[in-house]
Every structure is written in C-alpha cells, then in structure tokens.
C-alpha cells in the first residue's frame, strides 16, 4: 500500500474508477522465465480487475486435481478430427479439459 493513504479511501478510490480488488491467500509464486524461474515465498498477492484493462490471462487450477492419463490413441483422434499436426497442441487440449475428447476436439477447431 502507499504510505499515508487511508485504505477505505483507497478503496472508493479504486471503486470510483471501476477498478476491483481483491487479496489471494497464496504460500508462493513462481514467475517462469526463459532463463530462469523467480520464486517468491509467502507473497501477498492482490488480484486486479480494471475495466477494459488486460494485465494478463488469468487461469486457475485446483491443486488436488487428479492428473488425467491421456494416451496416444485420445491424442492422435483429437488431431485427426480436429485437423491439427501438432501432437503436442492435442495433447494439451486434452488436458485441459481433463481428458474429454469432445470438448478437446471442439476446443481446437474453436467451438
């Protein structure tokens, strides 16, 4: 926060300009590079959301997901229905919606 500023005002503030707030209870963050990975431990993190601003793609994973087992017969259907050649781009369909074929297939053709 910036010092010396009341936080309510900050707040009405930030409503007033239709900029939305709000705290994530996170134990550490981890920023990928190319290079190297940065870690922060016991961050505290505020999610921003300011009327159409797009700060970055925000997705959210449950972290007692169970990991889905995709096969190469579920990869090389997704790709043949889909018409895509890239494996790794079917494959990664397929685990983002947890091994549904239909919805990966869908998702690739941009249904």
């Known amino acids: 926060m910036m010092p010396n500023v009341d936080p309510r005002q900050l707040k009405k503030l ?6 939305k707030s709000s705290e994530i209870r996170a134990g550490r963050v981890v920023i990928e590079g190319e290079e190297m990975d940065i870690v922060i431990e016991n961050p505290q993190v505020t999610r921003i959301d300011a009327k159409g601003n797009v700060s970055g793609e925000v997705r959210e994973v449950e972290k007692n997901a169970a990991k889905v087992e995709i096969g190469e017969d579920d990869v090389k259907l997704v790709m043949q229905q889909a018409g ?3 494996e790794s781009l079917a494959r990664s369909a ?3 919606t947890n091994g549904d074929i239909a919805e990966a297939i869908l998702k690739l053709k941009g249904g």
């Not at 930030?14 to 900029?19: A, F, P, R, T």
């Open 94 to 96: 397929l685990e983002e």
């Open 84 to 86: 895509v050649s890239d």
């Open 14 to 19: 930030m409503d007033s300009m239709g900029i």
